[in-house]
């Protein structure tokens, strides 16, 4: 393992506390100069910019290659400058220390690219209640992200914005609210997805975001042909089926259905999956 790197400054990109055999840890990506690493502390921190580049070790160097794939001829290149309104999803490095030293250390890239394709194929056949993409953010012909029209707010901070378990929010959730139109919203979008041949895999109030009153289904990382392997692919607790390992149609009706549980229709029904 590197040892500590000598003190320079630093910006953190991504931090998320964690437990390893028992003991604390805070798992840190950050950048030095033009570079990214991967480290670990055992301190807990407030904010990003308490952490001091002594306290970190097992600094792992993220080659460009690890998370920034190399640009398709074929893929949108989102405008420069870009619109006021838009929203650009960074590649997650936080689960680096976990794949670089595996069969696949450019997963992250891999994901990437598969993401863009997936994004571009739904550039072609626009439906409102799917995330208008705007196409890759290109940097030395490498992508480093990929922009979306921005959207106010997830169904997840509309209804549970203290962060509750299911069946918290269930036993609180408002029943004068009606919230029809927005389900109707989401089951359109899915139902756009599956003609064409695509199965998101991880519907989840986090991932359908709030356009006004209008349900817009965003995060395609996880998406695939019907009929493809689940394995190794992200998906978010108590949102999913465990045993299912292919991608069916049938995982977002039944994710659709599991917030309508949430919401607090049907509130006789048990939830479907694991709480």
């Not at 570079?35 to 807990?44: C, D, E, F, G, P």
């Amino acid at each position: 393992m590197a040892s500590p790197l000598p003190e320079s400054p630093i910006r953190v990109l991504e931090m998320n506390e964690a437990w390893d055999d028992g003991c604390f840890i805070n798992l840190i990506v950050y950048q030095k100069g033009s570079n990214l690493y991967h480290a670990v502390s055992k301190i807990r921190y407030l904010s990003p910019s308490e952490v001091k580049v002594e306290d970190l070790n097992n600094n792992i160097p993220i080659p460009v290659s690890a998370y920034s794939p190399q640009i398709s001829s074929t893929f949108t290149h989102a405008p420069d400058p870009p619109p006021q309104n838009y929203y650009v999803k960074k590649p997650r490095l936080i689960s680096y220390d976990r794949i670089y030293e595996g069969p696949r250390p450019n997963y992250i890239a891999e994901s990437v690219l598969r993401e863009a394709a997936v994004c571009e194929l739904l550039k072609q056949h626009p439906h409102p209640n799917v995330a208008t993409y705007l196409g890759c953010q290109v940097s030395d012909g490498r992508i480093t992200g990929l922009c979306f029209e921005k959207y106010q707010r997830t169904v997840m901070q509309e209804v549970n914005p203290n962060g509750f378990m299911k069946r918290k929010v269930r036993s609180d959730c408002q029943r004068s609210k009606d919230y029809s139109s927005m389900l109707a919203g989401i089951k359109s979008g899915i139902e756009h997805l599956h003609t064409l041949g695509l199965v998101h895999n991880d519907i989840n109030p986090s991932n359908i975001m709030l356009d006004g009153e209008m349900a817009v289904i965003i995060d395609f990382d996880s998406c695939r042909r019907i009929g493809e392997s689940l394995e190794d692919v992200g998906r978010t607790y108590e949102w999913y089926d465990e045993h299912v390992k292919t991608a069916l149609p049938q995982n977002d009706l039944d994710a659709l259905e599991e917030i309508r549980l949430w919401l607090g229709i049907n509130p006789r029904k048990q939830f479907q999956f694991v709480e």
